[in-house]
């Protein structure tokens, strides 16, 4: 069976983020699944225009293939004032067809919180992007520390019930779309 293609896509483009440590955490444990081809979509390096173009830039069309590649997500996110950030918004915005039917997750992190606002928030974006968000989140409380730092077990297996969710959906929804266009 081919490799479950998987976007992990970095939501933060703050300078001196985290996100790009807990992508990079996250990633070394999904690449250790052989079933699983994953890729990094970090958003500072699209260089996207300041107000919606009429028509796509070479930018927003790098971005929006990659998209379309993938077959499962997982969305890195911080919490900015209980919501995910607005440059990540941007990016989700630019595409359309491509979000459809596939499967996307969550890595989660905030200072006090794990990043749940803006997961629940996410939710509601992908559901209109007619995506399906699986159940379960890696959340991250960082006042806890960094990933690497704070109870690595727990969060590990985290990232197996989130992988596990993923794949099932991911191959899922693969299937389905091969066998019928999709309703939308
Ligand atoms: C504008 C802003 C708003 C924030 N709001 C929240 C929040 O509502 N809840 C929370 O737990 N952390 C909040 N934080 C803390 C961030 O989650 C924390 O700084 C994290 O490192 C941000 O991710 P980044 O470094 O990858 O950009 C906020 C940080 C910023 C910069």
Known sequence: MAQLRIAVIVGSTREGRVGDRVAHWFVEQAARHDDLAVTVVDLTGYDFPATYPAEPTASIRAFVSEVGRADAFVVVTPEYNHSFPAPLKQAIDYAYDEWQAKAVGFVSYGCGSTGLHAVDQLRTV???????????????????????????????????????????????????????????
């Open 126 to 184: 992908f559901t209109a992007l007619h995506a399906m968000t699986v159940r379960d989140v890696v959340g991250i409380d960082l006042l806890a520390g960094e990933p690497t730092t704070q109870c690595a077990d727990e969060l590990q297996r985290d990232v197996g019930v989130l992988l596990d969710q993923l794949r099932w959906w991911g191959l899922a929804l693969r299937d389905g779309r091969a066998a019928r266009p999709y309703v939308s």
